[in-house]
């Protein structure tokens, strides 16, 4: 992750686990002062209350995390959450002190339809409704064709919707990071990240290969990307 106008002199790598190695990550980022910061896949929309097996915002702070991933296109499907579910979410992070990552993103069929834009902008403001203006969230542009394919959207697809998310976060777009997830890797990074819209990257199966996520994050190091 980095901030909207490229001007940290580091990138910020964010590691976000399931929840069972939650307290392992922590307690391995914390002990060997790795420059990580901690987050997670998910969270529930209740703060407390009978609601077995779910995983509150207050949970995920007590552990470090800063960040949580909300509204992932694999929730959407798997799990049925609408934008409604979403944006509940969204709100809980947000009351919990955490930075949501919401994601975005359209289907192959809306694409070919033209309705990327319409799909993009009522994902994010159905998101951000009611949030206090002060509150930072980051969202992430991954659109449901790329990801797992190994075929991400070419840069230029990804700026154009990052600059489309933008415009539809209104004053709070100029403040907030832009991320771009869909088959990212070593050799697909720099490119992207020379948009001037896309601010850093939501990494998925490239992360699991710690020397292929060790070269997304040092991207700097071995291409210019000015």
Known sequence: LEDARHRFDEVEVAVLPPF????????????DRMGLTLGAQDLSPYDSGAHTGEISGEFLKRLDCRYVIVGHSERRRDHHEDDEVVASKVAAAVRNGLVPILCTGESANQRAAGETGAVLRSQVQAAIQGLPAEAEIVVAYEPLWAIGTGTPATPEQAQQAAALIRSSLGERGERTRILYGGSVDV??????MRQADVDGALVGGASLDAERFAGIARYRSHVSTR
């Open 20 to 31: 069972t190695d939650l307290r392992s990550v922590q307690t391995l980022i914390a002990s």
């Open 187 to 192: 050799d697909t990074i720099a490119p992207l």
